[in-house]
């Protein structure tokens, strides 16, 4: 059992059952179309679910069975079907290219040597003028100790995640570090410091 299996390995969804609330800025309404969505690190579901009750078709990866079993879990509770998967997010050959219309990454924090990787497959398996959107803890979270990792390396500022984006073919749209206050399950408690982005990809 890996680090995220012990933590997920309760009854309680530790982020809650509801919706990040920078996902549920971006997506408001039910698509005119068929659109789908990958989801990375998507831990127990809840933004999945959200999206999936919104008529997308939902992928996510993860690296905890224990937290993919919550994904159906939850997903059966809201009468709705998600393609959820066991896998690294950082590795080269997670998922198919140019197949997602969005990709999503919320509090997916990932070793340095890994970070690269991780945009990579925020940006890679989208379809050309696909959209990703992304929120994650800053260094300054530190100080705040009301979630996210302790490892300073694992948190980002603007211009490190500007420079893993210069080495892939996007248009950014917006990257924001804000002063937040999330109540997400009993993870994510209080005033936090995050990176919210959205970038295309052209």
């Given at each position: 059992?890996?680090h995220?299996?012990?933590?997920?390995?309760?009854?309680?969804y530790?982020?809650?059952k509801?919706?990040?609330?920078?996902?549920?800025?971006?997506?408001?309404?039910?698509?005119?179309?068929?659109?789908n969505?990958?989801?990375l690190?998507?831990?127990?579901?809840?933004?999945?679910?959200?999206?999936?009750?919104?008529?997308?078709?939902?992928?996510?990866?993860d690296?905890?069975?224990?937290?993919i079993?919550?994904?159906?879990?939850l997903?059966?509770?809201?009468?709705?079907?998600?393609?959820?998967?066991?896998?690294?997010i950082?590795?080269?050959?997670?998922?198919?290219?140019?197949?997602?219309?969005?990709?999503?990454?919320?509090?997916?924090?990932?070793?340095?040597?890994g970070?690269?990787?991780?945009?990579?497959?925020?940006?890679?398996?989208?379809?050309?003028?696909?959209?990703?959107?992304?929120?994650?803890?800053?260094?300054?979270?530190?100080?705040?100790?009301?979630?996210?990792?302790?490892?300073?390396?694992?948190?980002?500022?603007?211009?490190?995640?500007?420079?893993?984006?210069?080495q892939?073919?996007?248009?950014?749209?917006?990257?924001?570090?804000?002063?937040?206050?999330?109540?997400?399950?009993t993870a994510?408690?209080?005033?936090?410091?995050v990176?919210?982005?959205?970038?295309?990809k052209?």
């Amino acid at each position: 059992m890996n680090h995220w299996d012990e933590k997920f390995d309760s009854e309680t969804y530790i982020y809650g059952k509801e919706a990040n609330a920078y996902v549920k800025e971006n997506f408001v309404t039910k698509p005119h179309t068929a659109q789908n969505v990958l989801l990375l690190a998507e831990g127990e579901g809840r933004n999945a679910v959200y999206l999936a009750q919104l008529g997308y078709e939902v992928t996510t990866y993860d690296m905890s069975e224990v937290g993919i079993d919550k994904q159906h879990k939850l997903a059966q509770e809201h009468n709705v079907t998600i393609n959820a998967n066991y896998g690294d997010i950082t590795a080269s050959n997670l998922c198919s290219d140019n197949t997602f219309n969005y990709s999503i990454n919320i509090f997916g924090h990932v070793p340095q040597e890994g970070k690269q990787g991780m945009f990579n497959n925020l940006v890679k398996p989208l379809v050309t003028n696909g959209h990703s959107y992304f929120e994650f803890y800053t260094t300054d979270q530190l100080a705040n100790g009301t979630g996210g990792p302790k490892d300073k390396h694992m948190l980002y500022e603007e211009d490190e995640i500007k420079g893993y984006l210069e080495q892939l073919p996007v248009k950014i749209h917006s990257l924001t570090k804000r002063d937040i206050t999330r109540y997400e399950g009993t993870a994510h408690k209080g005033k936090a410091s995050v990176i919210q982005g959205h970038i295309e990809k052209i």
